[in-house]
């Protein structure tokens, strides 16, 4: 599976979500998050995101990641269309220690 990991927190950017052939992004407040279930794995999400903030879980250290993505996605709602990004989102990107500043 993909996941979503800290740099989209206030990034947001959404781009990922147009991209996604089985709709499986979920919103959170600050950030979007893939359901590990219905991630199809085909990758097309991952260079969207200007935030580079999608990784395969393939990649070593995104446990914490891995379960942030499988437990929001149970309450979060499903997102299918790109909103506006938020108008900040710019001096967010690359902010350091966002999940635990930010995430909510
Ligand atoms: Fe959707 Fe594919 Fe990204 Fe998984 S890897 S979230 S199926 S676009
Ligand atoms: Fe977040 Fe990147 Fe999508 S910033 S909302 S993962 S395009």
Do not use: R
């Amino acid at each position: 599976t993909y996941v979503v990991t800290d740099n989209c927190i206030k990034c947001k950017y959404m781009d990922c979500v147009e991209v996604c052939p089985v709709d499986c992004f979920y919103e959170g407040e600050n950030m979007l998050v893939i359901h590990p279930d219905e991630c199809i794995d085909c990758g097309v999400c991952e260079p969207e995101c200007p935030a580079e903030a999608i990784k395969s879980d393939a990649e070593p250290g995104l446990e914490q990641w891995l379960k942030v993505n499988a437990d929001m996605a149970k309450s979060w709602p499903n997102i299918t269309q790109k909103k506006d990004p938020p108008s900040d989102a710019k001096e967010f990107d690359g902010v350091s220690g966002k999940y635990e500043k930010f995430f909510s």
